[in-house]
């Protein structure tokens, strides 16, 4: 019986692999650039991140906390590609975080209507 219960939960794993790169950006920005914010917002972040991951691995219906994540990198780092038009790391996280807006509004559209 338990062992149909783990199955039955899936694991977001898009999800924690956009906390890792989130995080492992922000680490890489402080080793090659000595940036401490970097550093921080990988790190806050990709925690909020991956905490959202787990949140959706655990409940598939609660995506907010990797949905306001997800929208607030959209915003901060289009901004950054957009001033700057440098794709690594600012126009690559935007990206992402686009299409985890698309497959988080896609699993919040499709979410079962209950009679």
């Known amino acids: ?9 899936a694991v977001d794993w898009w999800g924690f692999g956009y906390a890792a790169l989130v995080a492992s950006g922000g680490v890489l ?19 909020a991140a991956g905490i959202g991951a787990y949140q959706i691995t655990q409940n598939p219906q609660n995506i907010w906390l990797s949905l306001i994540v997800s929208g607030a990198l959209t915003g901060i780092m289009g901004m950054r590609f957009y001033n700057s038009r440098k794709f690594m790391p600012a126009g690559l996280v935007a990206g992402l975080s686009i ?11 499709d979410k079962p209507h209950e009679p």
């Not at 920005?29 to 000595?34: L, M, T, W």
């Not at 985890?100 to 559209?109: P, Q, S, V, Y």
């Open 1 to 9: 019986m338990l062992r149909r219960m783990r199955s039955a939960m």
């Open 29 to 47: 920005g402080y080793v090659k650039a000595g940036s401490v914010p970097s550093l921080a917002a990988g790190l806050l972040f990709g925690s």
């Open 99 to 109: 299409l985890m807006l698309g497959r988080l509004g896609k699993r919040l559209l």
